[in-house]
Protein backbone atom coordinates (compact mmCIF):
# COMPACT_ATOMS: atom_id res chain seq x y z
CA UNK A 1 0.00 0.00 0.00
CA UNK A 2 2.94 2.62 0.52
CA UNK A 3 1.90 3.62 3.85
CA UNK A 4 5.31 4.28 5.17
CA UNK A 5 8.69 4.81 3.91
CA UNK A 6 10.83 1.61 3.80
CA UNK A 7 13.54 2.03 6.69
CA UNK A 8 16.05 0.07 8.16
CA UNK A 9 14.40 0.14 11.91
CA UNK A 10 13.08 -3.53 12.21
CA UNK A 11 10.44 -1.93 14.45
CA UNK A 12 9.52 0.34 12.02
CA UNK A 13 9.36 -1.56 9.32
CA UNK A 14 6.65 -4.11 11.51
CA UNK A 15 5.05 -1.35 12.29
CA UNK A 16 4.34 -0.54 8.34
CA UNK A 17 3.16 -4.01 7.90
CA UNK A 18 0.77 -4.14 10.74
CA UNK A 19 -0.82 -0.91 9.18
CA UNK A 20 -1.41 -2.06 5.59
CA UNK A 21 -2.93 -5.21 7.53
CA UNK A 22 -5.01 -2.75 9.65
CA UNK A 23 -6.40 -0.60 7.00
CA UNK A 24 -6.56 -2.95 3.94
CA UNK A 25 -10.11 -3.77 4.76
CA UNK A 26 -10.98 -0.33 4.58
CA UNK A 27 -8.98 0.45 1.22
CA UNK A 28 -12.03 0.62 -0.44
CA UNK A 29 -13.70 2.86 1.89
CA UNK A 30 -10.29 5.40 1.88
CA UNK A 31 -10.40 5.47 -1.81
CA UNK A 32 -14.41 5.94 -2.38
CA UNK A 33 -14.26 8.97 0.37
CA UNK A 34 -10.62 10.53 -1.07
CA UNK A 35 -12.13 10.08 -4.63
CA UNK A 36 -15.19 12.07 -4.10
CA UNK A 37 -13.04 15.02 -2.42
CA UNK A 38 -10.35 14.88 -5.07
CA UNK A 39 -13.27 15.09 -7.72
CA UNK A 40 -14.50 18.11 -6.42
CA UNK A 41 -10.67 19.76 -6.09
CA UNK A 42 -9.99 18.98 -2.43
CA UNK A 43 -7.60 17.48 -0.26
CA UNK A 44 -8.69 14.97 2.25
CA UNK A 45 -6.22 12.74 4.59
CA UNK A 46 -7.07 10.14 7.47
CA UNK A 47 -5.46 11.43 9.83
CA UNK A 48 -4.36 11.39 14.02
CA UNK A 49 -5.72 8.13 15.75
CA UNK A 50 -6.81 5.74 13.41
CA UNK A 51 -3.24 5.89 11.45
CA UNK A 52 -1.71 5.63 15.19
CA UNK A 53 -3.42 2.82 15.99
CA UNK A 54 -2.50 0.99 12.44
CA UNK A 55 1.06 1.35 12.70
CA UNK A 56 0.68 0.26 16.31
CA UNK A 57 -0.94 -2.50 15.26
CA UNK A 58 -4.40 -1.92 17.03
CA UNK A 59 -7.77 -1.83 15.49
CA UNK A 60 -9.21 1.83 16.24
CA UNK A 61 -13.02 2.37 16.40
CA UNK A 62 -12.79 6.21 15.08
CA UNK A 63 -12.51 7.30 11.31
CA UNK A 64 -10.99 10.64 11.16
CA UNK A 65 -10.40 12.57 8.68
CA UNK A 66 -9.08 16.12 7.78
CA UNK A 67 -9.87 18.60 4.68
CA UNK A 68 -8.93 21.78 3.43
CA UNK A 69 -13.01 21.91 2.28
CA UNK A 70 -15.35 24.38 4.59
CA UNK A 71 -17.71 22.47 6.32
CA UNK A 72 -20.74 23.54 4.07
CA UNK A 73 -18.55 21.99 1.09
CA UNK A 74 -18.06 19.14 3.42
CA UNK A 75 -21.88 18.96 4.19
CA UNK A 76 -22.47 18.91 0.28
CA UNK A 77 -20.19 16.16 -0.34
CA UNK A 78 -20.55 13.84 2.41
CA UNK A 79 -24.60 14.18 2.07
CA UNK A 80 -24.18 13.07 -2.04
CA UNK A 81 -21.58 9.71 -0.42
CA UNK A 82 -23.30 8.16 2.80
CA UNK A 83 -26.72 6.73 4.02
CA UNK A 84 -26.86 9.78 6.38
CA UNK A 85 -24.65 12.34 7.53
CA UNK A 86 -25.21 15.38 10.15
CA UNK A 87 -23.36 18.64 11.30
CA UNK A 88 -23.62 18.50 14.79
CA UNK A 89 -20.30 19.42 15.43
CA UNK A 90 -19.95 22.03 12.33
CA UNK A 91 -18.86 25.00 14.86
CA UNK A 92 -15.83 23.72 15.34
CA UNK A 93 -15.81 22.73 11.61
CA UNK A 94 -16.88 18.88 11.68
CA UNK A 95 -19.10 17.17 9.86
CA UNK A 96 -20.10 13.47 10.62
CA UNK A 97 -21.16 10.53 8.15
CA UNK A 98 -22.35 6.90 7.90
CA UNK A 99 -22.10 4.55 5.40
CA UNK A 100 -22.56 1.27 5.76
CA UNK A 101 -21.31 0.44 9.18
CA UNK A 102 -18.81 2.84 8.66
CA UNK A 103 -18.96 5.97 10.47
CA UNK A 104 -16.74 8.69 9.42
CA UNK A 105 -15.79 12.42 11.16
CA UNK A 106 -14.61 14.76 8.56
CA UNK A 107 -13.25 18.24 10.03
CA UNK A 108 -11.52 21.28 8.19
CA UNK A 109 -8.27 21.93 8.40
CA UNK A 110 -7.78 23.97 11.43
CA UNK A 111 -5.47 26.47 13.93
CA UNK A 112 -7.48 26.96 16.69
CA UNK A 113 -6.06 29.33 19.56
CA UNK A 114 -7.20 29.92 23.35
CA UNK A 115 -7.57 33.82 24.67
CA UNK A 116 -5.74 33.71 27.83
CA UNK A 117 -9.50 33.99 29.79
CA UNK A 118 -11.56 31.35 27.58
CA UNK A 119 -12.15 27.80 28.19
CA UNK A 120 -12.74 27.33 24.75
CA UNK A 121 -11.00 27.53 21.39
CA UNK A 122 -11.51 30.37 18.61
CA UNK A 123 -11.87 28.47 15.88
CA UNK A 124 -10.09 29.27 12.86
CA UNK A 125 -9.67 27.23 9.67
CA UNK A 126 -5.96 26.29 8.19
CA UNK A 127 -5.09 25.84 4.11
CA UNK A 128 -2.81 23.33 4.57
CA UNK A 129 -2.20 19.45 5.58
CA UNK A 130 1.10 20.18 7.12
CA UNK A 131 -0.19 23.31 9.22
CA UNK A 132 -3.17 21.23 10.67
CA UNK A 133 -0.88 18.40 11.76
CA UNK A 134 1.22 20.82 13.62
CA UNK A 135 -1.88 22.11 15.74
CA UNK A 136 -2.31 18.69 16.87
CA UNK A 137 -1.24 17.43 20.38
CA UNK A 138 1.13 14.93 20.11
CA UNK A 139 3.53 13.91 17.11
CA UNK A 140 2.25 10.15 16.58
CA UNK A 141 -1.34 11.74 16.09
CA UNK A 142 -0.11 14.18 13.66
CA UNK A 143 0.45 11.63 11.17
CA UNK A 144 -1.91 11.39 8.08
CA UNK A 145 -2.60 9.35 5.27
CA UNK A 146 -3.80 11.47 2.04
CA UNK A 147 -6.45 10.07 -0.08
CA UNK A 148 -6.94 8.13 -2.29
CA UNK A 149 -3.39 8.22 -3.15
CA UNK A 150 -2.23 6.32 0.30
CA UNK A 151 0.43 8.94 0.45
CA UNK A 152 2.03 9.11 3.85
CA UNK A 153 2.29 12.09 5.22
CA UNK A 154 4.82 12.36 8.58
CA UNK A 155 6.41 16.35 8.51
CA UNK A 156 7.36 16.16 12.17
CA UNK A 157 8.99 12.65 12.97
CA UNK A 158 5.97 10.71 14.56
CA UNK A 159 6.74 7.55 13.51
CA UNK A 160 10.30 7.57 15.20
CA UNK A 161 8.66 8.79 18.06
CA UNK A 162 6.27 5.77 17.50
CA UNK A 163 8.76 3.58 17.19
CA UNK A 164 10.87 5.38 20.11
CA UNK A 165 7.14 4.92 22.43
CA UNK A 166 7.63 9.02 22.87
CA UNK A 167 5.29 11.74 23.46
CA UNK A 168 6.14 14.86 22.06
CA UNK A 169 4.62 17.58 20.61
CA UNK A 170 4.64 18.77 17.06
CA UNK A 171 6.08 22.37 17.92
CA UNK A 172 7.01 23.71 20.97
CA UNK A 173 5.60 22.60 23.64
CA UNK A 174 4.63 25.67 25.65
CA UNK A 175 2.85 26.83 22.20
CA UNK A 176 1.13 23.40 21.67
CA UNK A 177 -0.31 23.34 25.52
CA UNK A 178 -1.16 27.41 25.64
CA UNK A 179 -3.16 26.36 22.70
CA UNK A 180 -4.92 23.85 24.62
CA UNK A 181 -4.28 23.17 28.35
CA UNK A 182 -5.98 19.88 28.23
CA UNK A 183 -3.49 18.42 25.87
CA UNK A 184 -1.49 18.30 29.31
CA UNK A 185 -4.02 15.91 30.81
CA UNK A 186 -4.25 13.93 27.33
CA UNK A 187 -0.12 13.75 27.90
CA UNK A 188 -1.24 11.55 31.42
CA UNK A 189 -3.68 9.62 29.57
CA UNK A 190 -1.68 8.10 26.66
CA UNK A 191 0.95 7.43 28.99
CA UNK A 192 -1.36 5.05 30.56
CA UNK A 193 -2.69 4.16 27.54
CA UNK A 194 -0.15 3.49 25.16
CA UNK A 195 2.57 3.20 27.75
CA UNK A 196 4.58 5.60 26.23
CA UNK A 197 6.87 8.05 28.07
CA UNK A 198 6.34 11.95 27.97
CA UNK A 199 9.22 13.73 26.46
CA UNK A 200 11.80 15.83 29.23
CA UNK A 201 10.60 18.98 27.33
CA UNK A 202 6.82 18.72 27.72
CA UNK A 203 7.08 17.54 31.33
CA UNK A 204 8.80 20.70 32.24
CA UNK A 205 6.33 22.56 29.89
CA UNK A 206 3.60 20.82 31.77
CA UNK A 207 5.14 21.83 35.62
CA UNK A 208 5.54 25.64 34.15
CA UNK A 209 1.42 25.37 33.02
CA UNK A 210 -0.06 23.72 35.41
CA UNK A 211 -1.72 26.63 36.23
CA UNK A 212 -3.12 26.84 32.53
CA UNK A 213 -5.58 24.20 32.94
CA UNK A 214 -7.41 26.18 35.15
CA UNK A 215 -9.49 27.44 31.91
CA UNK A 216 -10.59 24.00 30.45
CA UNK A 217 -14.03 23.41 32.09
CA UNK A 218 -14.52 20.73 34.70
CA UNK A 219 -16.46 18.46 31.92
CA UNK A 220 -13.46 18.14 29.37
CA UNK A 221 -11.51 17.22 32.32
CA UNK A 222 -14.01 14.64 33.76
CA UNK A 223 -13.50 12.78 30.53
CA UNK A 224 -9.80 12.95 30.09
CA UNK A 225 -9.15 11.45 33.55
CA UNK A 226 -12.48 8.72 33.28
CA UNK A 227 -10.07 7.61 30.16
CA UNK A 228 -7.31 7.46 32.62
CA UNK A 229 -8.56 5.75 34.92
CA UNK A 230 -9.50 2.77 32.14
CA UNK A 231 -6.32 2.72 30.55
CA UNK A 232 -4.44 -0.89 31.15
CA UNK A 233 -2.05 1.17 33.59
CA UNK A 234 -3.37 3.87 34.86
CA UNK A 235 -0.25 4.35 37.50
CA UNK A 236 1.87 6.15 34.96
CA UNK A 237 -1.07 8.74 34.06
CA UNK A 238 -1.48 9.44 37.86
CA UNK A 239 1.97 10.01 39.01
CA UNK A 240 2.29 12.12 36.20
CA UNK A 241 -0.52 14.12 36.90
CA UNK A 242 0.70 14.40 40.77
CA UNK A 243 4.59 15.29 39.67
CA UNK A 244 3.88 17.40 37.66
CA UNK A 245 1.32 19.60 39.95
CA UNK A 246 -1.52 19.17 37.64
CA UNK A 247 -3.13 17.04 39.92
CA UNK A 248 -3.23 19.30 42.71
CA UNK A 249 -5.55 21.43 40.39
CA UNK A 250 -7.95 18.65 38.81
CA UNK A 251 -7.32 15.78 41.90
CA UNK A 252 -5.89 17.71 44.80
CA UNK A 253 -7.07 14.78 47.06
CA UNK A 254 -4.58 12.48 45.11
CA UNK A 255 -1.45 14.58 46.24
CA UNK A 256 -2.46 15.56 49.33
CA UNK A 257 -2.34 11.32 50.75
CA UNK A 258 1.51 12.54 50.22
CA UNK A 259 1.89 12.67 54.09
CA UNK A 260 5.13 13.52 55.41
CA UNK A 261 6.50 10.27 57.31
CA UNK A 262 8.53 10.95 60.62
CA UNK A 263 11.75 9.34 61.24
CA UNK A 264 9.71 6.16 63.06
CA UNK A 265 7.59 5.39 60.14
CA UNK A 266 4.62 5.30 62.31
CA UNK A 267 2.07 5.07 59.26
CA UNK A 268 2.43 3.78 55.67
CA UNK A 269 2.85 5.99 52.71
CA UNK A 270 -0.67 6.51 52.09
CA UNK A 271 0.22 7.54 48.33
CA UNK A 272 1.65 4.94 47.02
CA UNK A 273 -0.45 2.38 48.84
CA UNK A 274 -3.22 3.96 46.84
CA UNK A 275 -2.03 3.19 43.93
CA UNK A 276 -0.66 -0.17 45.00
CA UNK A 277 -4.56 -0.52 45.72
CA UNK A 278 -5.77 0.80 41.97
CA UNK A 279 -3.48 -1.75 40.93
CA UNK A 280 -4.76 -4.88 43.07
CA UNK A 281 -8.40 -3.81 42.35
CA UNK A 282 -7.72 -3.74 38.33
CA UNK A 283 -6.07 -7.37 38.80
CA UNK A 284 -9.56 -8.46 40.52
CA UNK A 285 -11.72 -7.38 37.65
CA UNK A 286 -13.86 -9.89 35.77
CA UNK A 287 -13.89 -11.04 32.57
CA UNK A 288 -16.88 -9.78 30.51
CA UNK A 289 -19.38 -12.39 32.07
CA UNK A 290 -18.01 -11.48 35.68
CA UNK A 291 -19.78 -9.33 38.40
CA UNK A 292 -17.76 -6.69 38.16
CA UNK A 293 -16.25 -6.60 34.39
CA UNK A 294 -13.09 -4.37 33.46
CA UNK A 295 -12.57 -2.06 33.48
CA UNK A 296 -14.66 -0.84 36.14
CA UNK A 297 -14.43 3.21 36.73
CA UNK A 298 -16.78 3.09 39.61
CA UNK A 299 -14.10 0.24 41.56
CA UNK A 300 -11.27 2.10 39.97
CA UNK A 301 -12.06 5.41 41.07
CA UNK A 302 -13.23 4.03 44.38
CA UNK A 303 -9.52 2.27 44.88
CA UNK A 304 -7.57 5.37 44.52
CA UNK A 305 -9.82 7.52 46.47
CA UNK A 306 -10.70 5.05 49.54
CA UNK A 307 -8.10 7.08 51.69
CA UNK A 308 -8.13 10.36 50.93
CA UNK A 309 -9.70 11.22 54.13
CA UNK A 310 -6.64 10.39 55.94
CA UNK A 311 -5.44 13.69 55.84
CA UNK A 312 -8.18 15.32 57.88
CA UNK A 313 -7.94 12.63 60.38
CA UNK A 314 -4.36 11.90 60.78
CA UNK A 315 -3.85 12.12 64.98
CA UNK A 316 -0.37 11.27 66.51
CA UNK A 317 -1.21 9.37 69.88
CA UNK A 318 0.56 9.25 73.07
CA UNK A 319 3.39 6.47 73.04
CA UNK A 320 4.04 7.16 69.14
CA UNK A 321 1.13 6.04 67.42
CA UNK A 322 -0.88 7.53 64.55
CA UNK A 323 -4.23 7.27 63.81
CA UNK A 324 -6.99 7.76 61.10
CA UNK A 325 -10.43 7.52 62.87
CA UNK A 326 -13.44 7.92 60.55
CA UNK A 327 -11.21 8.61 57.76
CA UNK A 328 -13.97 6.74 55.97
CA UNK A 329 -16.74 8.89 56.76
CA UNK A 330 -14.78 11.93 55.81
CA UNK A 331 -13.08 10.19 52.77
CA UNK A 332 -16.86 9.61 51.72
CA UNK A 333 -17.79 13.75 51.64
CA UNK A 334 -14.47 14.31 50.16
CA UNK A 335 -15.10 12.38 47.13
CA UNK A 336 -18.84 13.76 46.70
CA UNK A 337 -17.84 16.94 46.79
CA UNK A 338 -14.46 16.20 44.21
CA UNK A 339 -16.77 14.21 41.76
CA UNK A 340 -19.85 16.89 42.17
CA UNK A 341 -17.19 19.38 41.04
CA UNK A 342 -15.76 17.16 37.80
CA UNK A 343 -19.19 16.95 36.81
CA UNK A 344 -19.38 13.50 37.05
CA UNK A 345 -23.34 11.89 37.10
CA UNK A 346 -25.09 11.47 40.35
CA UNK A 347 -25.56 7.32 40.29
CA UNK A 348 -21.20 7.32 39.80
CA UNK A 349 -20.71 9.38 42.49
CA UNK A 350 -22.91 8.24 45.11
CA UNK A 351 -22.15 4.24 44.27
CA UNK A 352 -18.23 5.95 45.01
CA UNK A 353 -18.56 7.40 47.53
CA UNK A 354 -20.68 4.39 49.19
CA UNK A 355 -17.40 2.31 48.98
CA UNK A 356 -15.36 4.51 50.07
CA UNK A 357 -17.68 5.01 53.14
CA UNK A 358 -17.49 0.88 53.59
CA UNK A 359 -14.15 -0.19 52.77
CA UNK A 360 -13.54 -0.31 56.68
CA UNK A 361 -17.04 -2.30 57.38
CA UNK A 362 -14.34 -5.78 56.70
CA UNK A 363 -11.95 -4.99 59.25
CA UNK A 364 -14.63 -5.56 62.33
CA UNK A 365 -14.85 -9.20 61.26
CA UNK A 366 -11.52 -10.04 62.86
CA UNK A 367 -11.49 -13.39 64.03
CA UNK A 368 -14.92 -14.15 61.86
CA UNK A 369 -17.01 -13.11 65.07
CA UNK A 370 -20.05 -11.11 63.26
CA UNK A 371 -23.51 -12.49 64.00
CA UNK A 372 -25.48 -13.58 61.57
CA UNK A 373 -27.13 -10.18 62.24
CA UNK A 374 -24.05 -8.82 61.15
CA UNK A 375 -23.28 -10.54 58.05
CA UNK A 376 -26.65 -9.53 56.76
CA UNK A 377 -26.21 -5.79 57.55
CA UNK A 378 -23.18 -5.78 55.90
CA UNK A 379 -24.71 -7.53 52.31
CA UNK A 380 -27.73 -4.88 52.96
CA UNK A 381 -25.92 -2.02 53.43
CA UNK A 382 -23.55 -2.85 50.38
CA UNK A 383 -26.40 -3.55 48.48
CA UNK A 384 -25.47 -4.07 45.00
CA UNK A 385 -21.98 -2.95 45.63
CA UNK A 386 -21.44 -6.23 47.30
CA UNK A 387 -19.60 -7.44 44.10
CA UNK A 388 -17.00 -4.02 43.79
CA UNK A 389 -16.79 -3.80 47.92
CA UNK A 390 -15.54 -7.58 47.65
CA UNK A 391 -12.85 -6.96 45.68
CA UNK A 392 -12.13 -3.48 46.87
CA UNK A 393 -11.84 -4.73 50.41
CA UNK A 394 -9.15 -7.30 49.52
CA UNK A 395 -7.13 -4.85 47.73
CA UNK A 396 -6.76 -2.29 50.66
CA UNK A 397 -4.57 -5.72 52.06
CA UNK A 398 -1.09 -3.68 50.97
CA UNK A 399 1.34 -5.48 53.65
CA UNK A 400 4.50 -6.48 53.05
CA UNK A 401 4.04 -9.29 56.31
CA UNK A 402 2.91 -12.41 54.45
CA UNK A 403 1.63 -13.71 57.82
CA UNK A 404 -1.18 -10.69 58.15
CA UNK A 405 -1.47 -10.83 54.65
CA UNK A 406 -2.86 -14.59 54.86
CA UNK A 407 -4.85 -14.17 57.82
CA UNK A 408 -6.94 -11.31 56.35
CA UNK A 409 -7.58 -13.32 53.05
CA UNK A 410 -8.70 -15.87 55.34
CA UNK A 411 -10.66 -13.89 57.32
CA UNK A 412 -12.23 -12.45 53.58
CA UNK A 413 -12.55 -16.20 52.35
CA UNK A 414 -14.75 -17.02 55.60
CA UNK A 415 -16.85 -14.08 55.41
CA UNK A 416 -17.45 -14.87 51.75
CA UNK A 417 -18.30 -18.28 52.16
CA UNK A 418 -20.61 -17.47 55.58
CA UNK A 419 -22.88 -15.21 52.75
CA UNK A 420 -23.07 -17.53 50.17
CA UNK A 421 -24.79 -19.84 52.79
CA UNK A 422 -27.16 -16.96 54.08
CA UNK A 423 -28.05 -16.84 50.61
CA UNK A 424 -28.68 -20.64 50.09
CA UNK A 425 -31.14 -20.20 53.33
CA UNK A 426 -32.40 -16.86 52.61
CA UNK A 427 -33.20 -13.83 49.91
CA UNK A 428 -29.92 -11.89 51.59
CA UNK A 429 -29.46 -10.01 48.41
CA UNK A 430 -33.06 -8.19 49.04
CA UNK A 431 -33.84 -8.76 53.00
CA UNK A 432 -37.41 -7.39 53.33
CA UNK A 433 -39.49 -7.79 55.93
CA UNK A 434 -41.77 -11.17 56.43
CA UNK A 435 -44.97 -9.26 56.12
CA UNK A 436 -45.50 -6.44 53.75
CA UNK A 437 -47.46 -3.31 53.79
CA UNK A 438 -50.87 -4.97 53.24
CA UNK A 439 -50.46 -7.45 55.51
CA UNK A 440 -49.03 -4.71 58.60
CA UNK A 441 -51.76 -2.29 58.12
CA UNK A 442 -54.93 -5.28 58.13
CA UNK A 443 -53.22 -7.13 61.69
CA UNK A 444 -52.63 -3.70 63.08
CA UNK A 445 -56.30 -1.94 61.96
CA UNK A 446 -54.43 1.33 60.29
CA UNK A 447 -54.46 3.04 57.20
CA UNK A 448 -52.02 3.57 54.91
CA UNK A 449 -49.72 5.99 56.18
CA UNK A 450 -46.52 7.09 58.26
CA UNK A 451 -47.10 4.31 60.79
CA UNK A 452 -47.15 1.77 58.49
CA UNK A 453 -43.47 3.19 57.20
CA UNK A 454 -42.44 3.16 60.81
CA UNK A 455 -43.94 -0.55 61.48
CA UNK A 456 -42.08 -1.73 58.53
CA UNK A 457 -38.54 -0.70 59.37
CA UNK A 458 -39.25 -2.14 62.88
CA UNK A 459 -39.79 -5.62 60.93
CA UNK A 460 -36.88 -4.96 58.39
CA UNK A 461 -34.22 -4.60 61.88
CA UNK A 462 -35.97 -7.96 63.30
CA UNK A 463 -35.43 -9.41 59.92
CA UNK A 464 -31.95 -8.02 59.82
CA UNK A 465 -31.62 -9.76 63.38
CA UNK A 466 -32.63 -12.70 63.45
CA UNK A 467 -33.53 -13.73 59.89
CA UNK A 468 -36.37 -15.18 58.28
CA UNK A 469 -39.08 -15.58 61.67
CA UNK A 470 -42.13 -16.42 59.91
CA UNK A 471 -45.72 -14.91 59.70
CA UNK A 472 -46.70 -16.17 62.95
CA UNK A 473 -43.96 -14.69 65.02
CA UNK A 474 -43.54 -11.54 62.59
CA UNK A 475 -47.37 -10.63 63.41
CA UNK A 476 -46.80 -11.14 67.25
CA UNK A 477 -43.54 -8.81 67.33
CA UNK A 478 -45.70 -6.46 65.42
CA UNK A 479 -48.37 -6.39 67.62
CA UNK A 480 -45.89 -6.07 71.02
CA UNK A 481 -44.19 -3.37 69.39
CA UNK A 482 -47.61 -1.52 68.37
CA UNK A 483 -48.61 -1.88 72.07
CA UNK A 484 -44.99 -0.29 73.23
CA UNK A 485 -45.80 2.59 70.73
CA UNK A 486 -49.45 3.14 71.92
CA UNK A 487 -48.04 3.13 75.77
CA UNK A 488 -45.57 5.91 74.89
CA UNK A 489 -48.09 7.75 72.94
CA UNK A 490 -49.96 7.50 75.80
CA UNK A 491 -47.69 8.86 78.23
CA UNK A 492 -46.03 11.60 75.69
CA UNK A 493 -48.39 12.96 73.06
CA UNK A 494 -45.74 15.13 71.65
CA UNK A 495 -43.07 12.59 71.43
CA UNK A 496 -45.52 10.03 70.13
CA UNK A 497 -46.37 13.23 67.23
CA UNK A 498 -43.13 13.72 66.80
CA UNK A 499 -42.48 10.27 65.78
CA UNK A 500 -45.30 9.87 63.83
CA UNK A 501 -44.21 13.15 61.44
CA UNK A 502 -41.25 11.26 60.61
CA UNK A 503 -39.06 10.35 63.25
CA UNK A 504 -37.27 6.64 63.51
CA UNK A 505 -38.10 3.99 66.38
CA UNK A 506 -34.95 2.02 66.83
CA UNK A 507 -36.02 -1.37 68.71
CA UNK A 508 -33.93 -4.68 69.75
CA UNK A 509 -35.55 -7.22 69.83
Given at each position: ?294 PDLVLRLAAIL ?204
Amino acid sequence: MGLVPQTPSDHLTEARRAAAARLIPLQPLLADLGDVFTSAGHRLALVGGPVRDALLGRDSPDLDFTTDARPEETIRLLRGWGDSHWDIGKAFGTIGAKKGEHVVEVTTYRADVYREDSRKPEVAYGDTLEADLLRRDFTVNAMALELPSLTFVDPYGGLADLAARTLRTPGAPEVSFGDDPLRMMRAARFAAQLGFTVAPEAVAAMKDMADRISIVSAERIRVELEKLLLAPDPRPGLELLVSTGLAERVLPELPALKLEIDEHHRHKDVYEHSLIVLEQAIALEDGPEGPVPGPDLVLRLAAILHDIGKPATRRFEPGGGVSFHHHEMEGAKLTTRRMRALRFDKDTTQQVSRLVQLHLRFHGYGDGAWTDSAVRRYVTDAGPLLDRLHKLTRSDCTTRNKRKAARLAGAYDDLERRIAELRDQEELDSVRPDLDGNQIMEILGIPAGRDVGRAWKFLKELRLDRGQIGFDEAREELLAWWAREQEGAAGDPDGATSARSGGETTTTA
